[in-house]
């Protein structure tokens, strides 16, 4: 069975699919899908993702994990994870009926929460088996939501997605042990962020943001989308919705008002970034 790309592969004992309980995502970019999934009679499993993959075991049983030369056979109970890094070849086999959790992380929204977070370039930990009941409780959330159809709307499924991600890089990423050469700088970055927020409601040029990395434009862009995992136009695309949703939730300014302020053209320009990222109508949003 083929999940999404051509870089997962799922299988039951006898080389048919498992049963799909829920798959996807809501809408918007929360870089977050789901899959909850049942074999009978046993499992095979191999991958190497684009994505960060996270998988739950739902049940008792006895599984073989292989990653990069390792191998570990065991007994795992429900609520184990296991975490595979985007790039990285994984396969795993069990025997017996087996019901999971698969959570696809894109790569680029790992990077672009982590450097909000101040943890640029941050590489997550590959883990054979470990548990954690947090996130555990989110990916279950997640697979809730989307087996009922998004009762709550897309806007609380994102949400959700945003928290799970930012307890994987909380919990299960490390730093690089040294800054890269001519990678972008933590202190860099503040100074981006600062201007950036400092001139919302005005164009920004990428050779501004550039001069202050004292980089050319296009050695900028490569590292800058290296390191943050999106382009620095989109960048400021997520500063500009970042203050945009601030001052919606807050309420105390028209929606006309809050897109000129915060850079947009107007407000259907506003509303098309909005239904776009978070999956709601800009009115649904101000609800």
Sequence with gaps: MIIGTDDVYLVQENGGDPTILAAGSAHGES????????????????ATSRQHLIWFQLSNVRIECRRAGRKLTQNVRA???????????????????????????????????????????????????????ALFDLARGLATETIDGYPNGPLFWNDIA?????????????????????????????????YVNAHLDEPIEVAALANIAGRSP????????????????????????????????EGRTGLAEVAACTGFADQSHLSRWIQRVHGVSLTGLAA
């Design 218 to 249: 296009f050695h900028f862009s490569r590292i800058f989308a290296r390191s943050v995992g999106v382009t620095p136009h989109r960048y400021v695309i997520h500063l500009r919705l970042r203050r945009a949703v601030e001052l919606i939730r």
């Design 79 to 133: 609520e184990t994870l296991a975490i595979c890094p985007a790039g990285i070849e994984c396969a795993a086999d069990a025997e017996g009926n087996v019901d999971g959790l698969l959570v696809a992380v894109d790569a680029g929204r790992l990077a672009l929460t982590a450097a909000e977070n101040s943890v640029l370039e941050a590489q997550v930990i590959d883990r054979l088996t470990g548990y954690d009941k």
């Design 31 to 46: 870089g977050v899908s789901i899959l909850s999934l049942r074999f009978k009679n046993g499992i095979h499993f191999s």
């Design 162 to 194: 945003t928290v799970f991600v930012g307890s994987l890089i909380a919990r299960h990423t490390t730093e690089p042990q040294s800054q890269k050469r001519g990678a972008l700088g933590k202190n860099i970055l503040e100074r981006l962020k600062e």
